[in-house]
Structures are given as C-alpha cells and as structure tokens.
C-alpha cells in the first residue's frame, strides 16, 4: 500500500469526525414497528435524553476543571457559565418534550421503559454534588466566578423544575414505572439523593435556618376549619437549591372555571394554593348560585379545547363519556350571516357545548385531584390586605352567619377570579391604590335561555342553529345540544327589545329571527322551567397591567380582568387560553416573575377575543363606551370586514379564514394580511348560498 493510499482511506470526514454511523444507530425503540406514531414518539423520547447526558457530560468536564483549580478568575467564570448555558439547553429539550410529545404517545410506550428513569443517571448526581460543592466555596477569590455560579444555580433549579412539570403533565396522579407514586415518587426521590451528595448538600447548609413553621388553618370545602396545623409546603426545586418555590403562599379568589384553571398551573410552582369560594360547592353538576350565567348556553371554542386538553389531558374523553356534545361548525351547525346560510361544506372547526355546571363540575374534579390545592367555600371576600404598593392578603368573613367576624389571610400572591362581579377595583381604591383604567364598548344587549326537550334531532344531520346579529340585523339565536338530551336555545335582542322571560312570549320571540327554521323546530319542542334572563352584555376590560408595575403581589384573571359580550361564546375558552399563558410563562421562570409579567401575559391571551368582541359591538346601533372604534380607519376597516362578512357564507378560503378568527385560532390582523382573503374580499362579488340550513 503507498503513502498516498493510505492517507486516502484514513481522510477525516465529517460523518467519519462525529462517528455519526454510530451515533444514528443507539436509538433503539422497544414500541414494535406496527404502532408506528407511538414508536416514533419513543424516538424522540430517547434523542432527547442521550442529548441532554452529552450535554451534561461537557458541564461536568467544565465544572470538574473549576472544582480543580486549574484555572484562573475569567476562565473559571467562562466554564460556569457554560455549564450554566447547557442546562438551560437541557431545561429547553424538556419543554420540547412537554409541548410536542403527545401524552398518549407517551402513555402507550412509558411502560416498555421498566423501571428506567432519569434518577438512575451518575451524571445527574455529580451535577448537583459540584454545583453544590462550588456555590458553597465561591468565597475562594476568583474575579467574575460568584455570579457565573449564581446563574448555573438558577439553571440548575429551572432544570429540576422543568422535569417535575414535565411528569405532571404526562401522568399527573398515575403511577410510575415500576408501579412507584409517579411524580410523588418523584419529588421524595430528588431530596433522598441530594440528601446523599455529602456536606456540601443545600438541606443541610442553609444558612437562613429551618424552614419556618406557619401556623394556617385548613379549611372544609364548606368553610369551616377542620385544623390548625403547621405548614412545611415546599416544591423539591427548593429543597434542592435552599430556595423557596417561586410563588410562596396564593390565594384564588373564585372557585369557578377560571379560578380552577389558575389555581392548578400556579400549585406546582407555589408553597401552598388556597381556593375561596363564596358558593358551598356541590357534589354533582348543578347550577351555583355564584355563577349568574350557570343557566345559560355556553361553548367550548376549537382554542378552547386545545387549552383544556394541554392543561388537563384526558379531561375532554372524560366529558366525553359523560355526554358532552361535540359539534363541528358549519358543518352540524345552520349558521345565519350576512342574510344567508353558511355553506356546511365550507371548512369547519369543533366545539364543545356541555352545560356549565357539568364543564365546572368535571374541572373542579381533574384540578382537586393531585390534593395540592384546599379549596374554602361559603367565604365571602370583603377586601385587601396591604398598602398602595402591595397586596399582602384578603380579608374574609364566613358566608350564611351572622355577625360573623373578619378574618385575614395572608399571601405572597392574590389572584381575583371573581368574574364580572369583582371588587378588586373598589379594593384598590381602599388601600390607596390607583385603580385600573377601564375600556368599555356596550351595546345594550340583552339575552334569554331556556332548556328544551326535542323528540326529534333537526334533521339532515343539523344538530344546532347560530342566527349572528349585525348592525342591520339585530336578533340572534344559538340553538345547541347539551347532555342528557337536553337542547339549550338562547335568544339575544338589542336594548328595548329584550328577549321574554315567560315561555310563550320567548317562543313568540323566535319569530322574529331573519329566517323561520329556528321557530319551526322550537315550536315542536317542550320547554322545561321558565326562561332566564341576562342583562350584563358590555364588554369591559380593566388594565392591571398599567398598574402591576407598582401594585405587587396581585393578578386578575378572567372575566375580572376582561368581560366579553356573552353572545359571541368566548368567556370558557379565554379563561383556559389566561391559564396556558400562565404555565408558560412559569415554565420558562428561573425566579419568581413580576406581577406586571404575569399580568401582561394573562391579558396577552384575551387580545384576540377582545379584538372580536368589541369589533363586532361597535358599529352596532346605540352603542356606548370610551373603547367604541370611531374615525375613519375605523369605518373603513368595518366596511372592509363587512365585505369579509359577506362572503364567508359561499366562500371557502374566506369562510375559513374568518373562523380562524372567530375561533380564536388566528388574530384578526390575518384577514388584512391574508392576500388571498382581500382579493377574493374585494374584487370578486359574493356566492348566494342555498335556502335551508
């Protein structure tokens, strides 16, 4: 063999530098070749894991040449840092997991793993034994070292939180591999090893001392306190880094479907969640009297069931089984726009039309079973605790007694989900706060519902009817399923001509719709109880992020934060779409976020259905409010939705666009940027639909 030959076949290439042959070769599925999306998610599963442990095994090569002095000040500081920078790369591949895994994938392969788990790593016990070891000496001298250990610190802890957020959300309460308690086992397993990392561990050394002993009351779910106990409630991640959990001690103002949501992103990553509730909570799904629309008809957007199911999978087969309806519009849905009927061949998204009392009934169960949150009912709030600049508590007195005196409990975090009935904002002002500012377009709208029994469906598969009122059109219907059998019709009319609440006159009120098929079926139909009515249709909302800047310790939600016009059905999935902004937000913080953080992104999550809402309100007759779109961009971006509007009905590519909006799936902006939406919008005329739904 010559020289040159010989140089030839040893030549470094890139596959042959990185061993790639090798290195593509060690993913090894156990799922079989048969349940193909299970064994591809089980890929995924195990590439993300060998990356993190390569990635891990050059901070440690890092940190072991720091823990060796054989550095000066500037490199020690560059190797921290970069071993604090690749665990937050390794933090990162767990949230890639957490958002593209599916739970399911994951559930049909998690058992192939035996008794595997990350705990069993050595490399995930050196970590925390340098890290340890390092912060513990970072008196030694060096120039730049304290604050590079300060970040892989936080690194360290984001990391650890991101895991036990991880498993919570792909078993939540079932159990683990190997038949342990899953994310319990979990959590006792982290402290038992740290515990076992030496002299250098953080349990041992805190400087502060022994966690406090608080003494709190625990509460019934119907309020009363059943004992006086010490409360010791940490998140492992602070056990791990001597830290407390970012949150501390959060009281939830209101234990319905926006409190409950908040209540559970929050608990993971709080000492200690408490729910007060002003209603005593029921054992079945029945109207509360704390919730004034429990009667009335409520949807579950396409957004809005994506939210649910990534807050609480299996939730929505749990509904499921329990005969929430599950409707696809248009295409089960005779939807009226535009003075036609919207072709049910257009594209279509689904929704979920159970009644409130069960939707809340089936939440408060999934959030209430990992018991990390204590829920108080038959409280009623009467004000802050705090200064001008900080909520510190709330002050409460029990519910049905009289005379009862004013109780305090405080809080490191109060969250006001008391709907459209909160006092926040009066609070506030009783403290010396300056109180949010308030934007406000209101229609004078009024509605109705009553709850029917229908011998027969709609026929030719229409399951519902949605009559949209417009400005030169102002009466409305939605006409949906519920459980049970049961059909849920509510009525809207503008101010003056409000829908009865006696059963025949609301009957007689469906004439008036622009077309008669509603009436039609309706008439056949056999009302059970009297009509309810609802006057509260503005849509307001209240700007906590202007004020969080200098308010701490305070966040508002829901429909306490921004009330929609109910008819346009957007209040259930805004809450869900407040509570993933929260999780994200908290799943990303190293420290404890700033209210104004929180807050601006609660709000973030409503634009889009404040957008709708208020765009469709304004040009309506009558309207009133400082938020009422005038001018004339205004009028002319109405004039262009109302061409929008007109071709939705016969339109596909508009028709779809425009639920995306509608849905809550795309902001509104995308009908402007949308070129095909504008050119069929404005340069073709509008397709005539059929006659019938």
């Not at 079932?174 to 030496?198: H, I, K, Q, W, Y």
């Not at 408060?364 to 605790?385: M, T, Y």
């Not at 904002?425 to 029917?452: Q, S």
């Not at 590519?653 to 939406?677: I, Y």
Request: charged residues 20%; glycine residues 10%.
């Amino acid at each position: 063999m010559t020289a040159g030959s010989e140089v030839a076949t040893t030549a470094v290439t890139y596959s042959r530098y990185l061993h790639l042959k090798e290195l593509l070769s060690l993913q090894q599925p156990l799922t079989p070749d048969t349940e193909p999306d299970v064994r591809d998610s089980e890929r995924l599963f195990i590439i993300v894991h060998q990356v993190s442990e390569t990635l891990l095994s050059q901070g440690l090569i890092d940190l072991r040449h720091v823990d060796e002095n054989r550095c000066g000040g500037r490199c020690a500081a560059g190797r921290v840092e970069r071993a604090a920078r690749l665990v937050e790369t390794m933090e990162g591949h767990l949230h890639l997991l957490r958002d593209t895994l599916r739970r399911e994938d994951f559930l049909g392969f998690r058992d192939r793993l035996g008794t595997a788990s990350g705990l069993q790593s050595s490399q995930f016990h050196e970590l925390f034994a340098l890290t340890e070891k390092l912060v513990a000496g970072q008196q030694d001298g060096r120039e730049g070292v304290r604050p590079a250990l300060d970040h892989l610190r936080d690194a360290v802890e984001g990391w650890l939180r991101a895991h036990l957020v991880l498993v919570d959300h792909m078993i939540g309460e079932l159990p683990g591999t190997g038949e342990t308690e899953g994310a319990r086992f979990l959590d006792r397993s982290m402290n038992a090893f740290v515990s076992s990392v030496g002299a250098t561990c953080p349990v041992a050394h805190d400087e502060r001392g022994p966690e406090p002993v608080h003494e709190e009351k625990t509460f019934h779910d119907n309020g009363s306190v059943i004992a006086a106990a010490p409360s010791r409630a940490r998140s492992t991640a602070s056990v791990l880094t001597g830290h407390r959990p970012l949150l501390g001690r959060v009281v939830v103002l209101g234990g319905g479907f926006a409190g409950l949501l908040t209540a559970h992103v929050l608990a993971p990553h709080a000492e200690r969640v408490t729910v007060l509730e002003r209603d005593h909570s029921a054992d079945e799904a029945v109207p509360r009297a704390g919730v004034p629309q429990s009667r009335h008809t409520h949807v579950l957007l396409t957004s809005g069931i994506r939210a649910l199911d990534e807050l609480l999978p299996g939730l929505l087969d749990d509904l499921n089984g329990a005969g929430a309806p599950s409707l696809a519009v248009p295409a089960e849905v005779g939807v009226w726009q535009a003075g036609q009927w919207v072709s049910r061949r257009n594209p279509s998204h689904p929704v979920l039309t159970p009644s409130r009392p069960l939707l809340e009934h089936r939440v408060r169960q999934a959030v209430l079973a990992g018991g990390r949150i204590e829920v108080a009912g038959s409280v009623d709030v009467v004000g802050l605790l705090g200064d001008a600049h900080r909520v510190t508590g709330v002050r409460t007195r029990r519910r049905g007694v009289r005379n009862a005196p004013v109780d305090e409990i405080d809080a490191d975090l109060v969250v006001d989900a008391t709907g459209r009935s909160s006092q926040t904002h009066r609070w506030l002002a009783e403290l010396d706060a300056r109180p949010p500012e308030e934007e406000v377009v209101e229609t004078g709208r009024a509605y109705a519902t009553c709850e029917f029994y229908a011998d027969e469906p709609l026929g030719n598969d229409l399951r519902g009817f949605y009559i949209v009122p417009d400005a030169g059109q102002p009466f409305g219907t939605i006409v949906l399923p519920a459980e049970n059998g049961r059909w849920l019709v509510t009525l809207s009319g503008p101010k003056g001509q409000e829908p009865p609440t006696d059963v025949a006159g609301f009957v007689d009120f469906v004439s008036r719709l622009p077309h008669d098929a509603p009436y039609k079926w309706l008439s056949g139909a056999t009302a059970v109880g009297r009509p309810v009515g609802y006057r509260h249709t503005g849509n307001r909302r209240r700007r906590y992020d202007r004020t969080a800047r200098t308010q701490h310790g305070l966040l508002v939600v829901g429909d306490a934060l921004c009330a929609l016009n109910p008819v346009y059905g957007q209040g259930m999935s805004v809450a869900a779409l407040n509570a993933v902004a929260l999780s994200g937000v908290l799943a990303k913080a190293r420290t404890a976020p700033a209210a104004h953080v929180l807050q601006r992104a609660v709000l973030r999550s409503a634009g889009s259905a404040w957008e709708v809402a208020t765009g469709a309100d304004s040009p309506m007759p009558g309207v009133t409010g400082n938020a009422v779109r005038t001018g004339v961009v205004p009028r002319l971006l109405d004039w262009y939705l109302e061409r929008v509007r007109e071709h939705v009905p016969g339109d596909p590519v508009v028709c779809g666009a425009f639920s995306e909006v509608l849905f809550l799936l795309s902001p509104p902006r995308s009908l402007l940027t949308s070129a095909q939406v504008v050119r069929r919008s404005l340069l073709r005329p509008p397709v005539r639909t059929t006659t019938t739904p």
